[in-house]
């Protein structure tokens, strides 16, 4: 069992969750934690003076509750909102955040995948804890 699995969650429909949730509810300790973590891409600099002031604020306060609320029946679940880019930014917080599990959810590849690498064969290959893929 994990003391602290790590479950990152984006909100498209080409990844579903829920499989990752599940099996983050049958991998952590009694006493465990579960971070659910949504990773915003940055706002360029150009659009960011059509964006209304406190809109990114108010929407990661959204993700968060949506975060939290879709683990309510994790143990100690954590609902966080990082920004940068997906695959860096999972591993990193994972790092400083003394994770020892990662359940990422995967979608099939495609051919931007195969040139670009997908976010999930990212963090499998440079995390420094166990991962578990789900399909």
Request: charged share 20%; aromatic share 4%.
């Amino acid at each position: 069992m994990y003391k602290h699995i790590l479950v990152p969650v984006a909100f498209d429909e080409a990844h579903d969750p829920g499989e990752a949730v599940a099996v983050a509810r049958r991998l952590v300790a009694d006493d465990g934690q579960v971070s659910l973590l949504h990773v915003m891409a940055h706002v360029p600099s150009y659009v960011i003076n059509y964006v209304p002031e406190g809109f990114q604020a108010e929407a990661q306060t959204a993700i968060v509750a949506s975060l939290e609320a879709m683990g309510a029946d994790l143990p100690n679940v954590k609902g966080v909102v990082e920004e940068g880019h997906a695959g860096k930014t999972i591993v990193k917080w994972g790092a400083l955040n003394a994770v020892d599990c990662i359940v990422i959810a995967s979608h099939r590849p495609g051919v931007q995948d195969i040139v670009l690498g997908s976010t999930a064969a990212q963090v499998v290959r440079h995390a420094k804890c166990a991962v578990h893929v789900t399909r």
